[in-house]
T-cell receptor, first 118, second 117 residues
Framework: DTEVTQTPKHLVMGMTNKKSLKCEQH?????MYWYKQKAKKPPELMFV???????INESVPSRFSPECPNSSLLNLHLHALQPEDSALYLC?????????????????FGPGTRLLVL | QKEVEQDPGPLSVPEGAIVSLNCTYS??????FMWYRQYSRKGPELLMY????GNKEDGRFTAQVDKSSKYISLFIRDSQPSDSATYLC?????????????????FGTGTQLKVEL
């Protein structure tokens, strides 16, 4: 099973709302990622969690707040977003790479949450 | 210069054609190479993974890596309309994950492919 699930599939929110995106995987992966993807662009890395600890924050504005409550779940809390934050938000997971060349570097993506900020 | 360059297309081919998709890169530290397929409004789906140089085949798909030229390719044989999608190359450097920090992929911009009946 290489499935990463994300909810909701679609989300419309106003600039004063607070909402959360959820991601779940049961592959035993201990690295999880949030990406933002705009139309006709590649995914842009936002955050990386490794062993449930935040290891990378790619200078993302504080209106995006990630959380990793356990090894299977990843949340992204949204507050006071701007219209330019409208995008497809993708979650991914992988094994924690050890440099062995055995494919641990491959990331498996969820279907994404399409977010529209009005 | 971007770290990874990929022709954005769009690329239009007839059904049954052999498709060649390519990426060039500048970072000689990249050792892990992936191809993802992304249908419109969906998440990327892993197609192929290659470590270091060489070829890898999986059904109608063949991935090639030439590290001396910093060039990777994905070939699709007997292309089908269902192959119509955006194809993203992605790569990462050895050792990035050894500090327990997960793995940072560098993506190409994606090539939009349309296979026509």
């Amino acid at each position: 099973d290489t499935e990463v699930t994300q909810t909701p599939k679609h989300l419309v929110m106003g600039m004063t709302n607070k909402k959360s995106l959820k991601c779940e995987q049961h592959m035993g992966h201990r690295a999880m990622y949030w990406y933002k993807q705009k139309a006709k662009k590649p995914p842009e890395l936002m955050f990386v969690y490794s062993y449930e600890k935040l290891s990378i924050n790619e200078s993302v504005p504080s209106r995006f707040s990630p959380e990793c409550p356990n090894s299977s779940l990843l949340n992204l809390h949204l507050h006071a977003l701007q219209p330019e934050d409208s995008a497809l938000y993708l979650c991914a997971s992988s094994q924690v790479p050890q440099g062995s060349g055995r494919g641990q570097e491959t990331q498996y993506f969820g279907p994404g949450t399409r977010l529209l900020v009005l | 210069q971007k770290e990874v360059e990929q022709d954005p297309g769009p690329l239009s081919v007839p059904e049954g054609a052999i498709v060649s998709l390519n990426c060039t890169y500048s970072n000689s530290a990249f050792q892990y190479f992936m191809w993802y397929r992304q249908y419109s409004r969906k998440g990327p789906e892993l197609l192929m993974y290659t470590y270091s140089s060489g070829n890898k085949e999986d059904g109608r798909f063949t991935a090639q890596v030439d590290k001396s030229s910093k060039y990777i390719s994905l070939f699709i044989r007997d292309s089908q309309p269902s192959d119509s999608a955006t194809y993203l190359c992605a790569m990462s450097a050895v050792g990035y994950g050894l500090t327990g920090g997960g793995n940072k992929l560098t993506f190409g911009t994606g090539t939009q492919l349309k296979v026509e009946l």
